[in-house]
């Protein structure tokens, strides 16, 4: 399974590299503040879950140079999942491979770039490790969720820019799971930290600030 997934990264790079509108690459990580609402028909009840803390890791592309829109694709691991606790602790794992896609509205100014994202997740179900006796089936093994998110990139005289991001991402229409009398919403928040590699030759030639000559 890890030499499918690594295959499909690097595909997945290889064909956003050969984009004319390609305009830089970059990878991030961080934490998901991650929590589960449950729904249970029978007794016509909901129980909002406690906060699971797990990791979140991607490899992106960025396409356009707008000054204010661009367009974001990301591969994404993200550890979603919540904790259960009545008379005993349950600790439920959902992991998801995801595709992520977002349009990025951002203002160049001075001091720093802030910038939000919203857009689609396509989330694949890797692994699931759940511990909770309510839980009796397999999550959905493909889900599609809304995210929406903000940030801020440091500006820096390199081709090599950090940045940090907040997102938030919940189930809203379609359960992640439902098997009769229960069906489980997930919602997550994650805090990111990145570094975007900007090719010089983009047209806005973010790499590298001029440099000038007296003669």
């Known amino acids: 399974m890890k030499k499918i997934i690594s295959c499909f990264v690097i595909c997945y790079l290889s064909f ?11 990878v991030m990580g961080g934490a ?8 249970f028909n029978d007794i016509d009840e909901t129980q909002k879950k406690k906060f699971k803390i ?3 890791a991607c490899v992106f592309a ?3 140079s707008g000054d204010y829109v661009r367009w974001r694709s990301e591969i994404q691991y993200n550890q979603k999942g919540c904790i259960s606790k009545d008379s005993v602790k349950f600790k439920n794992k959902i992991d ?6 977002f349009l990025m509205f951002r203002m160049e100014l001075y001091s720093g770039i802030p910038y939000i994202l919203i857009g689609p997740r396509v989330e694949y179900r890797f692994k699931q490790a759940t511990a909770s006796p309510e839980i009796t089936g397999k999550f959905n093994t493909f889900q599609i969720s809304p995210s929406v998110g903000a940030g801020y990139e440091f500006v820096v005289y390199s081709s090599l820019k950090p940045f940090v991001e907040i997102h ?3 189930d809203i ?3 992640a799971y439902k ?3 229960l069906e489980i919403k997930n919602k997550a928040w994650e805090i990111r930290l990145g570094l975007k590699f900007v090719f010089s030759n983009s047209s806005k030639g973010e790499g590298c600030p001029p440099v000038y000559t007296l003669n």
């Open 179 to 181: 098997v009769d009398p």
């Open 32 to 39: 998901t503040f991650a929590r589960q609402k449950w729904y």
């Open 54 to 56: 797990g990791f979140n």
């Open 96 to 101: 998801y491979l995801c595709w992520n896609n």
């Open 62 to 64: 960025e396409f356009f």
């Open 173 to 175: 229409k379609l359960n």
């Open 168 to 170: 938030y991402n919940p």
């Open 16 to 26: 956003t590299l050969q984009a004319q509108f390609f305009n830089g690459i970059g």
